[in-house]
């Protein structure tokens, strides 16, 4: 039988577009932003809803880790965030190896410190790190000190006053080094120039208040990690879980196990998933989603695409180490949210010198309606292009909702 989400029990089942209603409002997607301006408030309502910003390097429309609010907020002042990783009078994130490197609230950290002692036994991390980090122990010791005495400081800076260091994969030796120390929790990121992380000794990055908390059992912190994960996802299967935080599978699965006996998790049946779900007990009641939204690669709603496509059936991969020619919709795609579906894909690019923001090409998905989501896409790049500073939006004549992109753009 169907039944409505915090009401469930185990043996029930949720249709498909329950499940997506349940997702949506999980992850803020489900109705429009408020109008007005947003505040530090604001933005810390939306990492506390969906847990962390996943940060990338690639930089062709904007750093993964601001969009997320975008989708979610519609126009915000990026200096809020950064204020709040890297301002020290005003952090409230810090950046660790979340869901891949990532932004998380500071409340977080403690339940991070079994990471920390796992990487510092070696356990957990990059081969070559903890390759490099097991044969010279004391060029480890040197680089904490140099940043004892130096910090903050990035890994380029003492290369230049000290190591010359040998290349490996693009590192030197005092990069993999203060990756090492990342890793264990030593140094944290004091704040980036450009996308390059300074570092500081941890004690000097995280607020005492912080580091006054008393570190909880691997158990326990694994356990409220996987909490934080099913809020953020609503409904998901084990592997969603697992790979929110990127939890190692035998650690997950008994951690789920001790979730369900203490009735944190709801087992249920998802209609067209081959695997158990698990609901979130207070996920919203599943209501119409409203909202539209340009999504970023590395948000949560998508980035594990086989759930991706298991929710919306919208097979997604991002092409941008795949060669131009063998590119089926472009460098550096976007899925448009319309509603409940995922209607589009647009392949975006932010000309900053010519202030324009490029549509490349412009993808409908079968069954949508073109005129609709022209509509809404529009309104979705306008809002885009003033939010980056960019005067205009300029579409090409690629792809089968171009046409109707380029006409609804042109009545606007």
């Not at 040998?166 to 005092?174: E, H, L, P, Q, Y």
């Not at 912080?210 to 996802?233: F, K, S």
Request: charged fraction near 25%.
């Amino acid at each position: 039988m169907n039944s409505r989400p915090g009401n469930s029990r185990p043996g029930n089942s949720l249709s498909g577009r329950e499940a997506i209603r349940i997702v949506l409002a999980a992850q803020g997607l489900s109705r429009p932003p408020r109008p007005g301006k947003k505040t530090r408030t604001h933005l810390a309502q939306v990492i506390d809803r969906i847990g962390l910003l996943q940060m990338d390097s690639v930089n062709v429309l904007t750093r993964a880790h601001y969009m997320p609010l975008f989708s979610r907020l519609a126009g915000y002042d990026p200096t809020l965030l950064e204020a709040a990783a890297w301002d020290p009078k005003r952090r409230t994130l810090f950046e660790y190896w979340g869901h891949e490197a990532s932004l998380l609230p500071l409340t977080l950290q403690p339940y991070m410190r079994w990471r920390m002692a796992r990487a510092e036994r070696f356990e957990g991390i990059y081969d070559g790190i903890a390759r490099a980090a097991r044969d010279k122990p004391g060029f480890i010791d040197s680089v904490y000190r140099e940043v004892e005495q130096r910090g903050p400081v990035a890994a380029s800076e003492l290369d230049r006053a000290n190591h010359k260091g040998s290349s490996w994969w693009g590192w030197t030796d005092t990069k993999l080094a203060l990756e090492y120390l990342f890793w264990a929790g030593r140094v944290a990121t004091a704040t980036r120039r450009g996308f390059e992380r300074v570092y500081d000794l941890a004690e000097r990055v995280i607020p005492a208040v912080i580091q006054a908390i008393p570190t909880p059992a691997e158990a326990d912190a694994q356990r409220h990690l996987i909490g934080v994960a099913a809020r953020a996802l609503g409904i998901a299967t084990e592997a969603d879980l697992r790979d929110y935080f990127r939890l190692d599978v035998a650690d997950a699965k008994v951690r789920i196990i001790e979730l369900v006996e203490d009735k944190r998790l709801i087992p249920v049946t998802v209609n067209g998933w081959r695997q158990l779900a698990y609901l979130e007990p207070d996920a919203a009641t599943a209501q119409k989603g409203t909202a539209s939204a340009l999504i970023s690669p590395f948000d949560p709603l998508i980035w594990e695409r086989d759930r991706t496509e298991r929710l919306f059936g919208f097979r997604y991969r991002l092409e941008i180490y795949t060669p131009a020619p063998k590119r089926e919709y472009g460098y550096y795609v976007l899925p448009f949210l319309s509603g409940e579906t995922l209607a589009a894909r647009v392949d975006l690019k932010a000309e900053r010198k010519a202030g324009s923001l490029r549509v490349a090409a412009a993808h409908l998905e079968p069954g949508a309606d073109a005129g609709r989501t022209a509509q809404e896409l529009s309104g979705k790049l306008r809002a885009m292009a003033a939010w980056l500073g960019l005067e205009c939006v300029v579409i090409e004549q690629r792809g089968n909702l171009a046409p109707a992109l380029i006409a609804a753009h042109a009545a606007d």
